[in-house]
């Protein structure tokens, strides 16, 4: 099941709770609400304009969502990116910023559902996957 399309209270404290001073790259996989599209692409430019720099973000990937191989009915995402963060300190200065949040709604009116997960290389949480 997927998430709402806005993090918590707690699920930045929980966010924070991991290495805070680390890169992480922020999985997102999301689904557009009815007209959606538009409001997401604002969303965007002003991202990349703004706080992308500001902050130090790249994004990393964007694209739209395919078929799915693997994946129960209505589990298949419009579009992805991968957001890469110098920091989770830095993710969290950014979603306090008040300039930020003046475009979020932006995301919020676009977005029916969505999946925020943060990742760290494999070998930072103990042994690697076997090659």
């Not at 992480?24 to 538009?38: C, I």
Request: hydrophobic share 40%; aromatic share 10%.
């Amino acid at each position: 099941m997927w998430s709402p399309v806005d993090p918590t209270g707690k699920d930045l404290a929980d966010f924070l709770a991991g290495d805070p001073d680390s890169p992480v790259v922020m999985l997102n996989l999301l689904r557009f609400a009815e007209g959606g599209r538009e409001n997401y692409a604002r969303y965007v430019r002003a991202f990349r304009e703004t706080f992308a720099p500001r902050y130090g973000v790249e994004v990393v990937y964007a694209g739209d969502g395919d078929t799915a191989l693997v994946a129960e009915d209505g589990q298949q995402g419009d579009a992805v990116l991968l957001v890469r963060y110098p920091s989770r300190q830095a993710f969290s200065r950014m979603v306090a910023d008040p300039e930020y949040q003046q475009i979020t709604h932006l995301r919020t009116q676009a977005l029916s559902e969505a999946v925020l997960q943060p990742t760290v290389p494999w070998g930072n949480r103990g042994p690697r996957p076997p090659a």
